[in-house]
T-cell receptor
Framework: GDSVTQMEGPVTLSEEAFLTINCTYT??????LFWYVQYPGEGLQLLLK???ADDKGSNKGFEATYRKETTSFHLEKGSVQVSDSAVYFC??????????????WGLGTSLAVNP | AAGVIQSPRHLIKEKRETATLKCYPI?????VYWYQQGPGQDPQFLIS???????DKGSIPDRFSAQQFSDYHSELNMSSLELGDSALYFC?????????????FGPGTRLLVL
């Protein structure tokens, strides 16, 4: 079945460092890909998305490019801030069985940014 | 912009009690999803509704039931609560747009079963 694999955390960086969180997927069709962020004690927020190959999603300085050839959707940010400390989830959504959709989640990567 | 509303935000129950969680989707969204997230885990899909009909079922225990009402709000009913039901319960809503569909999450209800 479909699956998402993302790099294990925790990831600890200093402020202004470059961030990469790897995410790869397996899917039988043509999924949409998402990054959600969960700040401490809060709910899940959509960070960015891409719906087809070579699309680049971007938001708040974060970027991810939908790479079909490598089945990847790595999250990057050029200069992280303390306020970026959170858990980041990679997910895919695919239509199946008619009109049903399901989000398949990675296990989440915890990011801690130190001042 | 309007977001998904969930109530209550926090709930404390005893074992074997019942709980009802409510979800109000973003206006004009026709699909509602329920997820359960244990500590340090990824969200687990429970159940979804499209246009007030159950559309998919995930790892929802038989003790749980849910429905979507005519105003599109949804309720998750949990009976015979167990300690292991303590978790964060998220509702998400979306508007059917084929491949473009995106799920938007509410802030969650944190359930503690004592």
């Amino acid at each position: 079945g479909d699956s998402v694999t993302q790099m294990e955390g925790p990831v600890t960086l200093s402020e202004e460092a470059f961030l990469t969180i790897n995410c790869t997927y397996t899917a039988t069709g043509y999924p949409s890909l998402f990054w959600y962020v969960q700040y401490p004690g809060e709910g899940l927020q959509l960070l960015l998305k891409a719906t087809k190959a070579d699309d680049k999603g971007s938001n708040k300085g974060f970027e991810a490019t939908y790479r079909k050839e490598t089945t990847s959707f790595h999250l990057e940010k050029g200069s992280v801030q303390v306020s970026d400390s959170a858990v980041y989830f990679c997910a895919l959504s695919e239509i199946y069985a008619g009109n049903n959709r399901k989000l398949i989640w990675g296990l989440g990567t915890s990011l801690a940014v130190n001042p | 912009a309007a977001g998904v509303i969930q109530s209550p935000r926090h709930l404390i129950k005893e074992k074997r009690e019942t709980a009802t969680l409510k979800c109000y989707p973003i206006p004009r969204h026709d699909t509602v999803y329920w997820y359960q997230q244990g500590p340090g885990q990824d969200p687990q899909f429970l159940i979804s509704f499209y246009e007030k009909m159950q559309s998919d079922k995930g790892s929802i225990p038989d003790r749980f039931s849910a429905q979507q009402f005519s105003d599109y709000h949804s309720e998750l009913n949990m009976s015979s609560l167990e300690l292991g039901d303590s978790a964060l319960y998220f509702c998400a809503s979306s508007q059917s747009l084929g491949q473009e569909e995106t799920q938007y999450f509410g802030p969650g209800t944190r359930l503690l079963v004592l």
